[in-house]
């Protein structure tokens, strides 16, 4: 088994109300319904890079390194955002009109 000593991440700049962690990356959304994510982004949880729409989903290209984003990155969607998962290689969003993108 492989153990990690915990390490203290630096306070993030704005509270966010839902946090979601999926196996290498995490997703956040904040009061006013922007959703953000940073971590692992080799399946394209985080975004495809480019621009790629479906459904009002709008992903942006991310500053990364290698195949992670490194600082919190604000994902640009046509509506608020309500609920947020991430899993072991996928991210979904629940808009404020209950659309599951």
């Given at each position: 088994?492989?153990?990690?000593?915990p390490v203290?991440?630096?306070?993030v700049?704005?509270?966010y109300k839902?946090?979601?962690?999926?196996?290498?990356?995490?997703?956040?959304?904040?009061?006013e319904?922007s959703a953000?994510?940073k971590g692992?982004?080799?399946r394209?949880?985080?975004g495809?890079g480019g621009e790629?729409?479906n459904?009002?989903?709008l992903l942006?290209?991310?500053?990364?390194?290698?195949?992670?984003?490194?600082?919190?990155k604000?994902?640009?969607f046509?509506?608020?955002i309500?609920?947020?998962g991430?899993?072991?290689?996928h991210?979904?969003f629940l808009?404020?009109s209950?659309i599951?993108m």
């Open positions: 088994m492989v153990c990690f000593d203290q991440i630096n306070p700049e704005k509270p839902d946090i979601s962690a999926g196996m290498v990356h995490t997703l956040m959304i904040d009061n319904g953000y994510g692992g982004n080799m394209h949880q985080l495809e790629f729409r459904k009002g989903l942006v290209v991310y500053e990364t390194y290698g195949n992670s984003v490194v600082q919190p604000k994902f640009q046509n509506e608020p309500i609920s947020i991430a899993g072991r290689y991210s979904v808009s404020s209950f599951l």
